[in-house]
């Protein structure tokens, strides 16, 4: 079993600035990729960034320019760095990973989520 731990969420003003961190633990032979999700009140989960083994990264159009993934100098970590937040970039943020816990079985895992609130 995988285990995705998130930390780093909070209240932040307009135009501020959040670091969201997240380890992984368990089951891990090896990972594929390693993003963060949101959702908000009333709305679907979306991808906000992605980043893979070989360093390819993904992001969620609004947030190209003011996000920024990354693995962490620890294994199986990722972050998001994350600036000039706006009131819209509230909501819950999830990490997730996909990879496999041996040669053949496949996971992917999602941690319990942080609370982000952009408000003055």
């Known amino acids: 079993q995988v285990q995705l731990v998130e930390s780093g969420g909070g209240l932040v003003l307009p135009g501020g600035s959040l670091r969201l961190s997240c380890v992984g633990s368990?089951?891990?032979?090896?990972?594929?990729?390693m993003g963060w999700y949101r959702q908000a009140p009333g709305k679907q989960r979306e991808l906000v960034a992605s980043?893979?083994?070989?360093?390819?990264?993904t992001y969620l159009d609004s947030e190209k320019g003011r996000f920024t993934i990354s693995r962490g100098s620890a294994k199986n970590t990722v972050t998001l760095q994350m600036s000039s937040l706006k009131p819209e970039d509230t909501a819950v943020y999830y990490c997730?990973?996909?990879?496999?816990?041996?040669?053949?079985?496949?996971?992917?895992?999602w941690g319990q989520g942080t609370q982000v609130t952009v408000s003055s």
């Open positions: 980043i893979t083994s070989g360093g390819s990264t």
């Open positions: 368990g089951s891990i032979f090896s990972l594929s990729a």
């Open positions: 997730n990973a996909r990879g496999y816990s041996d040669l053949v079985r496949k996971f992917e895992a």
